[in-house]
C-alpha cells in the first residue's frame, strides 16, 4: 500500500469526451477476515478459494477509495469527499491534497455530489467545523438524507452514521439540491438509484462528446468478491437482496453497453470494464483506452 505521506497520493487523470476527469486515491485501509465482509452467508473456505483463484490473500483485503472529480468544463463537479480530516493520522483523508496535485483548489469546486453517505463518502466534506469546499452547492439524494438525518435512527446500528450526517451534511443542507432518480445534475451527468447497500445510494451516468461513463460508487466494494459472485451477502450493505439486484442491474448494463466506469473501491486507479463471467462478472482494469 502507498500510504506514505511524504509522497503525493496517487492520483489519476485523463479525459472523457471534452470532461477532464481526476481520480484521487484518498487512502486505503486493510481488513483481515475477507469472509467476514464478504460472502457472509457463504462456507468461508468458499470465499478463501476465489480469493486465491484470483491471486489475492486469503486472510486479509485491501479496500481503497476514490473519490472523483469532473471538469466539464462549466462546472467543477467532485463526487465524494473520502474519510477527511479524522482518518490523516492513519494516512488517509488525502483527497484535497491529490487535488492540489492536479492544479485543483478547494475553491475550484462549484458541486459536490454526494452517492450516499457512508462515512469514506462524506467525512471530507466538513474540514475543521467549516465547509471544505467552501464555494461549492451540493448535490444530494433525498431518499439518502431523509433515512439518515431522521432521530429514529438513534439506538439503532446506524446511530453513528446519524450523528456523522447531523455533523457533515445537515449544516449544508441550504446549499444542496435534493434529487431521486434519472435527474440531471449538470449537461452530461445524471443520477441513476441504485439503492440496497445504503436506503437511497445512487451512482451516475456520465457523457461527454459522444464517449460514455458510469460512476458506480459502492454498488460493487470488492472487484473480485463482489462481481465474481455479485449475489453473496455483503457487510456493509443495509439490504442484502436489494443490494444484490443492483448489482446485477448496474453491472448487466455495464457489460452490456460496454461501459466504462470508475467504483469507488475497485484497486487504485478504480476504473475499467466488465465483462459477463458465467453468473458474475470479470473486472477489466482500464489500460489506454482513453488516451486513443
Ligand atoms: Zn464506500
Known sequence: MNNNQAMPPETHRFKLGTFD??????????????????GTNQKPEDVAALLEKNFLPTDSLVNS???TLIN???DVVLFDTGLGEGARKDGM????????????SPDDVSIVVVTHMHGDHIGGLMEAGAPAFPKA??????AEYDFWKDDARKGTAAENGHNLVLKNVVPLAEKATFIGDNAEVVTGITSMMAAGHTPGHMIFLIESDGKQMALTADTANHYVLSLQQPDWEVRFDMDKAAAAQARRKVFDMIATDRLAFVGYHMPFPAVGFVETVGTGYRFVPKTYQFEL
Open 72 to 74: 466539464t468544463g462549466s
Open 65 to 67: 477509495f476514490a473519490p
Open 21 to 38: 476527469v481526476v481520480v484521487v486515491r484518498d487512502g486505503a485501509r486493510v481488513a483481515p477476515n475477507p469472509g467476514e465482509i464478504f
Open 137 to 142: 452547492r451540493y448535490v444530494i439524494g433525498q
Open 93 to 104: 483523508g488525502r483527497l484535497i491534497e491529490g487535488l492540489a496535485a492536479n492544479g485543483y
